[in-house]
């Protein structure tokens, strides 16, 4: 354990050890006062950015080359924890059941977050026009939000007309509320003075609502789609362990439970490993998307330059 | 230096400009305003705007100035008494339709609108084209000396330069009336002086009216040819008076004897108008 902890921390001190041009000591770099001139603010910000990458990878390698000797040293049978060679082994050789596997569940995620999108975002507009639609309409939202979808999912599946659909509305009912609820606050924090200014010059509800609350309301709306984009792949599995279901179209969730049951620990890792990817392949994604369609104007977006 | 009072609230014929027998722009007549929550913020508030003034509303933080002027602009109605904009075309709410334009306290822009965008707004709402708004546009953002900055993004400016933008979106509908709510209070004194004197320079090339809102007497005793100072809970007119100069305001006036005489005038005013309140 010692050793583990030590190994990070040696990583994660990694920035300032390589950084020649820095003192070590915080006390002493704080109180450096030193102009940067042009090319050394460049080359500082490329030196940061290579590390930016450099030091996570390095941990992960700590991490995976740890585990490794933890199975090699503790000689630990393979049906308990096999190493990351016998992962990778799996995930090649198991390649065909499993590419189909993530192809299912990345088409669920991804269609429910497109459908939670348009659904989120299209409600919350309808609930903004009127206090008595929403009024009517918030509660039941909030019913579906706080009931949990492996306690719907059984419902679902019985009148959804496949499992696909059912994973799909129970991904779709996951991601829907978090886009509509940013959305809605989005929506109604618009500056008072612009609501203002749109009504002196005579704006229409429509030119009001493309020119003005849409836009305001997008870095709102893109913490939706960060957090939907991430809950939508959740649901997608939980909903898929509680359809169980078997066969061709099924998903990486079930190649889990399978693998579970034929204790083929190895293929489960590998399954694991592939649904972690699918998850941070959509964070990043999402988090591109958001960074793209903001970064020119809004703060969140901005460097602090001070 | 004269200043003339012309009595209190009564008083309805104000401006000395040989306008007088032009129509009003704006005819408040015993407005009274209250807010939802019970505020009674303006109480049998009387003015008349005459075509060509520069009136400076003053008066205590508080006071109702920013309500009046928003009644002016015809954003939110009257409680009680009339205001009526005879020389302005009227939609069909009633209320004037285009001509007035506004400037907040804060330059208000949108951030995701370059600076061209920001001042297109009004234009784009009237439903006027990209290209045919294009030379307005640019003549606009020329007047505020911001021709360079078309492209950029409101976070790209400093304060004085948002507030330019401001200005110039306010201007691109070569309105009839200008009102500026306390539109430089939140910038330091150099750049709210250049910019004072800017505004008066617009004035006097566009022969625009405006109303501009402060609690500072020096600003309005350096700008306003008319001054009205209003008194607090609930807020009205105290007095209303002209305010002449023989001097240019400039840098020079900012120092002369006459200016200093003037600020305490109007100074006197907004105490008499502030007297008798607890502090
Ligand atoms: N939307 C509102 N709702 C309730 N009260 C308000 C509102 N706006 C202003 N008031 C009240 O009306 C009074 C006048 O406000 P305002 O016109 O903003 O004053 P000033 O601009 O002179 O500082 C104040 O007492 C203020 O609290
Ligand atoms: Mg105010």
């Known amino acids: ?306 | 230096m004269v200043i003339a009072e012309q009595g209190s609230a009564e008083s309805k014929t104000p401006s000395a400009r040989s306008l007088k027998s032009s129509r009003p722009l704006v005819a408040m007549d015993n407005v009274s305003k209250v807010f939802s929550n019970g505020t009674l913020a303006l109480s049998g508030m009387s003015m008349t705007v005459r075509p060509g003034e520069f009136i400076s509303l003053l008066g205590p933080s508080g006071c109702g100035k920013s309500t009046a002027l928003r009644i002016i602009a015809g954003l939110g109605d009257v409680s009680e008494g009339e205001i009526d904009w005879p020389s302005f075309r009227i939609n069909s709410r009633g209320l004037p339709d285009g001509d007035i334009s506004f400037v907040f306290q804060e330059p208000t822009l949108m951030p995701w609108q370059t600076v061209f965008g920001n001042v297109y707004l009004p234009l784009r709402l009237k439903g006027v084209s990209k290209k045919v708004a294009s030379e307005r546009i640019l003549t606009a953002l020329e007047s505020v000396g911001l021709q360079d900055f078309a492209d950029a993004y409101p976070r790209e400016l400093s304060g004085g330069m948002k507030m330019r933008v401001s200005i110039a979106r306010a201007l691109v509908t070569e309105p009839k009336l200008l009102l500026m709510d306390e539109p430089f209070a939140a910038l330091d004194e150099i750049t709210r002086q250049k910019l004072n004197d800017d505004v008066l320079a617009l004035w006097k090339a566009t022969g625009i009216t405006v109303i501009f809102v402060t609690h500072s007497v020096y600003e309005s005793a350096y700008l306003a040819n008319r001054i009205v100072v209003m008194k607090a809970r609930p807020g009205r007119v105290h007095s209303d008076f002209p305010l002449h100069t023989s001097l240019e305001r400039d840098a020079q006036y900012r120092t002369s004897e006459e200016y200093r005489q003037a600020c305490a005038e109007v100074s006197a005013m907004l105490l008499e108008a502030m007297g008798g309140e607890e502090h």
């Open chain 1, 1 to 306: 354990m010692t050793t583990t902890a030590n190994e990070t921390l040696a990583s994660a001190d990694l920035p300032q050890e390589t950084d020649g041009s820095t003192p070590p000591s915080r006390k002493r770099r704080s109180s450096a006062v030193k102009l940067p001139t042009k090319e050394s603010a460049a080359a500082s910000k490329r030196r940061e950015r290579t590390l930016t990458v450099l030091v996570p990878i390095c941990v992960i390698a700590t991490l995976i080359a740890l585990w490794q000797i933890m199975v090699t040293v503790n000689d630990i049978p393979h049906y308990i924890l096999p190493g990351p060679g016998l992962v990778v082994q799996s995930l090649l050789s198991d390649w065909h059941v499993l590419l189909p596997a993530l192809w299912v569940t990345t088409k669920i995620t991804l269609a429910s977050l497109a459908l939670a999108l348009i659904g989120g975002g299209g409600m919350a507009i309808l609930l903004v026009q009127s206090r008595w639609i929403e009024t009517a309409l918030y509660p039941i939202t909030v019913i579906l939000q706080v009931t949990p979808i492996i306690a719907i999912a059984p419902l679902i599946l019985i009148y959804a007309p496949s499992t696909q659909a059912a994973l799909l509305i129970c991904a779709f009912v996951v991601a829907f509320f978090p886009i509509l609820s940013n959305m809605v606050q989005g929506l109604k924090s618009v500056d008072h003075n612009l609501l203002n200014l749109f009504e002196l010059y005579g704006a229409s509800r429509w030119q009001t609502l493309i020119y003005l609350k849409l836009p305001a309301s997008l870095p709102y709306f893109m913490t939706g789609l960060r957090i939907g984009g991430g809950l939508a792949l959740i649901a997608a599995v939980v909903a898929e362990f509680a359809a169980g279901s078997a066969g061709a179209g099924s998903g990486l969730a079930f190649r889990l439970l399978e693998s579970q049951f034929r204790l083929n620990i190895s293929r489960l890792f590998a399954a694991l490993f592939l649904l972690a990817s699918l998850g941070v392949l959509i964070f990043a994604l999402t988090s591109f998307i958001s960074w793209w369609t903001l970064h020119r104007w809004h703060e969140s977006s901005l460097k602090r330059e001070n």
